[in-house]
């Protein structure tokens, strides 16, 4: 068995390191690999509560990613802001949660 070498493995690699330096934990894929300009939270995976996903400071609760957890066969990863940068699997939410209010 031919084992391949590290240096072969990350001119593989698809993804810039800013990429990989953006993405939250519990993100689908990698962050800014989506529709530029967009992000989680105009995202239909973006699993946020409606009745309750506004802070205390008006900023909007980090939320799981849906679409995270069926890749990982229902495991739960750690929740996303709202800000993160849209990855490959965005599906647009017809109707996301309002910006933030500053």
Known sequence: MKLINERSI???????????RITHKGMAHFAGTGPRGLTCRE???????????????????????????????????SAVPGDAAACSYFAANPNPPKEYQR
């Open 10 to 20: 990350r001119a593989k690699l698809t993804h810039t390191p800013t990429e990989q």
């Open 43 to 77: 995202c239909i995976f973006w699993d946020y509560w409606k009745g309750d996903y506004r802070q205390s400071d008006g900023l909007i609760k980090p939320a799981r990613c849906k679409k995270y957890q069926s890749l990982m066969r229902g495991a739960k990863g």
